[in-house]
T-cell receptor, first 112, second 115 residues
């Protein structure tokens, strides 16, 4: 079993929809949780990160972490065609660590 | 500020050969991490170099090795290539300092195809 599980999708939604992306994990030592966005033929770029449990909001994006359930989510409000990309969750157990554990990514398409 | 650059962008090799990939981090960044990305496994951490020393290592065989130079540029080498090594190899740079989250900036990757 992989340490981080993510529904690969693909997910297709109409413009303006609310998108929910999720990951589950098995390692209770994970404390830092990140969401990356990867466009085709590009490297991933960091969207948001949260530490431990709780919510974090940044514009149209909201990240949630529920450590008791080992479950993290990313919500995208008022989705736009430019949000079409692969979304990857990532996590680590150490402060400052660069050895991240990634989900396999969910491919999202927002239809105009 | 220039981003992370990786060369070459595409590479085709045959089984048994070896390959060297190069990564130039963002100026001022001392940490370089390497990841392998495949459709089935996603991104998997290979290793991290900080100030010319390997600081972390993932669960890959010894055929995968790397090094970092004094200017923080890094190279990754794969010897005795296997078909399963076909993947996108991503390099990420960060400041590498402790505390909180080190934002990693990824390059566009090198697409390696092993025939």
């Amino acid at each position: 079993q992989k340490e981080v599980e993510q529904d690969p999708g693909p997910l297709s939604v109409p413009e303006g929809a609310i998108v929910s992306l999720n990951c589950t994990y098995s390692n209770s030592a994970f404390q830092y949780f990140m969401w990356y966005r990867q466009y085709s033929r590009k490297g991933p770029e960091l969207l948001m990160y949260t530490y431990s449990s709780g919510n974090k909001e940044d514009g149209r994006f909201t990240a949630q972490v529920d450590k008791s359930s080992k479950y993290i989510s990313l919500f995208i409000r008022d989705s736009q065609p430019s949000d079409s990309a692969t979304y990857l969750c990532a996590m680590s157990s150490q402060t400052g660590a660069n050895n991240l554990f990634f989900g396999t990514g969910t491919r999202l398409t927002v239809i105009p | 500020k220039a981003g992370v650059t990786q060369t070459p962008r595409y590479l085709i090799k045959t089984r048994g050969q070896q390959v060297t990939l190069s990564c130039s981090p963002i100026s001022g960044h001392r940490s370089v991490s390497w990841y392998q990305q495949t459709p089935g496994q996603g991104l998997q951490f290979l290793f991290e170099y900080f100030s010319e020393t390997q600081r972390n290592k993932g669960n890959f065989p010894g055929r995968f090795s790397g090094r970092q130079f004094s200017n923080s540029r890094s190279e990754m080498n794969v010897s005795t290539l296997e078909l399963g090594d076909s993947a996108l190899y991503l390099c990420a740079s960060s400041r590498g300092t402790s505390g909180g989250v080190n934002t990693q900036y990824f390059g566009p990757g090198t697409r390696l195809t092993v025939l």
